[in-house]
Nanobody, 118 residues
Framework: QVQLVESGGGLVQAGGSLRLSCAVSGGTFSSYNMGWFRQAPGKEREFVARINWSGSVTYYAESVKDRFTISRDNAKNTVYLQMNSLEPEDTAVYYC???????????WGQGTQVTVSS
């Protein structure tokens, strides 16, 4: 079956950077649109960014626009989230997800913790 495995989370000071990776196996990665979501303690999961199957179209939540960059490498079956200028408010568990070109995200990773200290 399809598996999504995130990595790259950790503890960073405010203003710092992290790059998250999500490796996908068991499916046709290049056919999926990919996304990143996050869930902070006591809050609902929220959308962060998404990228289409070819990498030509991206979309970001307003709260991360101009600070985060989503990208993908179809040869490596991996999607990335480069996070710069991190803020304590970015502290959350970050999840990657996959979907067909239409419809909702339906494949999810297990999440990776990002903690930003002030």
């Amino acid at each position: 079956q399809v598996q999504l495995v995130e990595s790259g989370g950790g503890l960073v000071q405010a203003g710092g950077s992290l790059r998250l990776s999500c490796a996908v196996s068991g499916g046709t990665f290049s056919s999926y649109n990919m996304g990143w979501f996050r869930q902070a303690p006591g809050k609902e999961r929220e959308f962060v960014a998404r990228i289409n199957w070819s990498g030509s179209v991206t979309y970001y939540a307003e709260s991360v626009k101009d600070r985060f960059t989503i990208s993908r490498d179809n040869a490596k079956n991996t999607v990335y989230l480069q996070m710069n200028s991190l803020e304590p408010e970015d502290t959350a568990v970050y999840y990657c997800a996959a979907k067909a070109p239409s419809g909702d995200f339906y494949l999810w990773g297990q999440g990776t913790q990002v903690t930003v200290s002030s």
